[in-house]
């Protein structure tokens, strides 16, 4: 049975996800549920029951989350449905920290700056600094994220992290 305060979380995260990454508010609301529901595996009419969502919603939701590594789908043996649950490995690998995308970006605001020729100097100082941007980002994403594996590892290792949940503790 779905509680109310689950419903209000789920609605919570689907106002962040679809604020912050433009998510369809489903994907967030399936995102917020999974972090709180029990059973923490849920099949698909169970989610589309629990959020008062349709089925073809839900497995959207699902594929889209899939995407990003932050969902498992997984089927027992003998089973006919799938059963979804947050990925416990999305902290380990998270998505968005890979460099090459902003190199890219970088490079295309070097080309405009090249095919921009004399436009105004406020017009070119924008291009410049997203060109710096871009490549700051491509050179400390993926440091940021070794020094979250770091930390990882020292709060599983002083017990800060219960590796059966991966929930940090609060002290």
């Known amino acids: ?3 109310d305060a689950e419903r209000t979380y789920a609605d919570r ?3 962040f996800y679809a604020r912050e990454y433009g998510f369809p508010p489903v994907t967030g609301r399936v995102l917020g549920y999974l972090a709180v529901c029990d ?3 849920q099949t698909i009419d169970g989610l589309a029951e629990a959020l008062l969502a349709s089925r073809s919603a839900i497995a959207g939701a699902v ?3 899939e ?7 997984t089927r027992a043996a003998g089973e006919r449905v799938d059963r979804v649950s947050l990925n ?4 380990l690998d998270p998505r968005g920290f890979d460099g090459g995308p902003y190199k890219e970006q970088a ?5 405009a700056l090249a095919l921009a020729g004399d436009v105004a100097p406020a017009r070119r100082a924008v291009l410049a600094e997203a060109a710096a941007l871009y490549d700051f980002l491509a050179a400390r994403l993926p440091e940021v994220l ?5 930390r990882r590892r020292a709060l599983r290792a002083g017990a800060d992290l219960d590796p059966g949940t991966a929930k940090e503790t609060t002290s």
């Open 1 to 3: 049975m779905v509680t």
């Open 13 to 15: 995260a689907a106002s």
């Open 39 to 41: 059973p923490p595996q």
């Open 88 to 91: 416990p490995a999305a902290t």
């Open 63 to 65: 594929r889209q989350l």
């Open 67 to 73: 995407d990003y590594h932050a969902v498992l789908r």
């Open 146 to 150: 070794t020094e979250w594996h770091q």
């Open 107 to 111: 490079e295309l605001a070097r080309e």
